[in-house]
């Protein structure tokens, strides 16, 4: 047991060194490896207070320097987790990026972001920040990878109120979509294997970000509403619940998009072409998930991607979305994702940015126990 500890030390110890060039100063380095260890920590509330107590610190002051004082680069940090997240479970031809939001409930208004507005954490208009997320899945395991605070048009035509939070005014207004693009951006860039994007409604039904994705040669199976507009194989326009009404019972097929929290999601499936102007080799489809003991409850997606794609993959693309609501659970579970006590922008990212990286560390750990490692392997 106690070499299984050493083991595990050695790997986390390994784990923070290669974040430790964000840092220009030895005791933010130090903080950085508290703080993370102790998100790891097995305390009920991950605040400034138990975050110190379990580092030894005799009060909070230590932590919030490093969210709210220190210089270090917090964004590179960022994109330091992408990258071990990638090394461990990165997968060319299989790989999904996972865009989604979460709700973060908050008290008083000085809080960066904060505002009336739906959260789906909450399933109701409450007092919250919306953080909105990217997630890289496979075969071998899911990480969140990215993220970006909504700030609605109430903070952004304000800008006293946002200097007040740290909010730069070269900070402008973005919807929840243009943050997801700017995201999935940035993976592009840094070259991050992965085969398709997928995302719920709240994206799927913008079709400015479907055609970026298209413009970029990104293939995607995003969530759309039933009254979706699309173009038939007749050039015609039509609803997307119009279209699927019209196929035949042998359209259907009975498959699993991956195991959930209840087991294997099985439902019938079909997809229907679409978009007859396209590009040669790239295909589009309409594509359609009913629900087993409920066939009126019916699902729908736009897909875009190689010509050849089976409904198999599709399905399991569409299936895949699940993936970051699990990491959302882990994180705020596991790693004090949504425990924080800080109102200013830059603390905000900090934190998130750290709580990942606590997240990233446990799923290498995973991944090495699935190999039959107990020490991740971690690449310099």
Not at 189 to 201: H, I, N, Q, R, S
Not at 349 to 373: C, E, P, W
Request: glycine residues 10%; aromatic residues 8%.
């Amino acid at each position: 047991m106690q070499s299984e500890v050493l083991e595990w030390s050695a790997g986390f110890t390994a784990f923070c060194a290669r974040f430790a060039h964000r840092f220009s100063r030895v005791e933010s380095r130090r903080r950085m490896g508290a703080y993370v260890r102790g998100l790891l920590a097995e305390v009920e509330r991950k605040n400034g207070w138990t975050l110190a107590e379990a580092a030894g610190d005799a009060g909070p002051e230590g932590m919030q320097r490093l969210l709210n004082f220190y210089s270090w680069d917090c964004d590179g940090l960022r994109d330091d987790v992408r990258q071990v997240v990638v090394e461990a479970i990165g997968d060319e031809k299989a790989g999904v990026l996972i865009v989604d939001e979460t709700g973060f409930l908050k008290k008083g208004t000085r809080s960066a972001g904060v505002a009336r507005q739906y959260s789906g954490t909450a399933g109701r208009v409450e007092n919250s920040q919306i953080g909105v997320f990217l997630a890289y899945a496979s075969g071998r395991g899911r990480a969140l990878i990215d993220r970006e605070l909504y700030l609605p048009k109430a903070w952004t035509e304000d800008r006293d109120r946002c200097r007040d939070a740290g909010i730069d005014d070269e900070v402008e207004f973005a919807t929840k979509p243009e943050l997801a693009q700017s995201m999935i951006e940035r993976s592009l860039e840094a070259g991050v294997p992965f085969a398709w994007v997928t995302g719920d409604e709240a994206y799927g039904q913008v079709g400015k970000l479907r055609l970026w994705l298209e413009s970029r040669g990104v293939a995607h199976v995003l969530a759309v509403p039933k009254s979706q507009m699309v173009i038939s194989m007749q050039l015609r326009q039509r609803r997307a619940h119009a279209v699927i009404d019209e196929l035949d019972t042998s359209a259907w097929q009975r498959l699993s998009c991956g195991d959930g929290a209840q087991g294997t999601r099985v439902s019938d499936w079909a997809a229907v072409d679409i978009r007859p102007l396209r590009e040669p080799g790239r295909g589009h489809w309409l594509l359609a998930r009913r629900s087993i003991t409920d066939p009126e409850e019916i699902a729908y997606y736009i897909c875009y991607g190689p010509a050849d794609t089976p409904l198999a993959e599709l399905v399991r693309v569409a299936g895949s979305r699940w993936a970051i609501e699990e990491c959302f659970q882990a994180a705020k579970n596991e790693t004090g994702l949504d425990h924080y006590q800080v109102r200013g922008y830059t603390a905000w990212y900090r934190h998130i940015t750290l709580s990942m990286a606590a997240a990233a560390f446990l799923t290498i750990l995973r991944r090495g126990a699935q190999k039959g490692d107990l020490q991740p392997v971690l690449d310099s």
